[in-house]
């Protein structure tokens, strides 16, 4: 198992590097709904795309500001060793006694207040999937009940660049089986996807942006097309 190695300078960097020239050249902006602000513990996401893992690096620097931890498959973070730095720990899949280091490792970062945040989907799957099917793994970090639910969802509209919406939700465990907890986030997670999506369709203003959009092409059209209106 590879333990987390975080650097702040990198962290300040890397997030810097990352809204500047990753996201906001591609996306309009990203939305997040505030009335159910988390507080740390485990995080567990839907996983839709490549950006996820960005997404969550700006969610949670300029939002959530949490001590927080990714559980990453090992062969990426052998890959690309320096997300270490950022707080990303690996699961290696197929060999009990590592899944359950990465666990117990998982747990120790819970116990004294940190965030873990865990993409129980294991792999990208097409936002309209259905069911969202999770795995095992998650249910072996409940050691408290409350959850927090996060949805990451990518939607085109008026602008040339898609906008990403994110909605967080606490869940509290009813279940007591393995089976059973695994059904009930599984089925939880699709709840919030569902709504996050029915959100982007009525266009909902309960959403903030993290940060001013960015100008692309059809905003400074419409701009030069009001300023020759103006002269005439």
């Given at each position: 198992m590879i333990e987390a190695n975080k650097k702040k300078w990198f962290s300040n960097i890397f997030s810097t590097f990352v809204k500047e020239r990753q996201i906001r050249p591609?996306?309009?902006t990203i939305n997040v709904r505030a009335d159910d602000v988390p507080t740390?513990?485990?995080f567990l996401s839907t996983h839709s795309s490549w950006w996820d893992g960005l997404i969550l690096l700006m969610l949670n620097e300029y939002?959530?500001?949490?001590?927080?931890h990714v559980l990453m498959d090992e062969d990426g973070l052998?890959?690309?060793?320096?997300f270490r730095h950022l707080g990303a720990f690996s699961i290696k899949k197929g060999k009990l006694s590592d899944?359950?280091?990465s666990l117990n490792y998982a747990n120790q970062?819970?116990?004294v207040g940190k965030s873990v945040w865990v993409f129980p989907q294991g792999r990208e799957y097409p936002q309209e999937h259905r069911p969202l099917e999770i795995g095992a793994g998650a249910t072996m970090l409940l050691a408290k009940p409350e959850v927090r639910l996060c949805a990451i969802y990518y939607a085109f509209a008026s602008h040339a660049s898609p906008v990403v919406y994110v909605r967080f939700r606490t869940h509290t465990v009813v279940s007591t089986?393995?089976?059973?907890?695994?059904q009930e986030l599984a089925t939880a997670?699709?709840?919030?996807?569902?709504?996050t999506r029915a959100d982007v369709i009525a266009q909902s203003d309960r959403y903030m942006s993290l940060f001013p959009p960015r100008r692309g092409l059809a905003d400074w059209t419409e701009h030069l097309l009001n300023i020759g209106r103006r002269q005439r």
């Open positions: 591609f996306f309009h740390p513990g485990l939002y959530l500001r949490h001590d927080v052998r890959r690309f060793p320096f899944i359950r280091a970062l819970l116990s089986t393995r089976r059973e907890q695994k997670l699709e709840q919030l996807y569902d709504d």
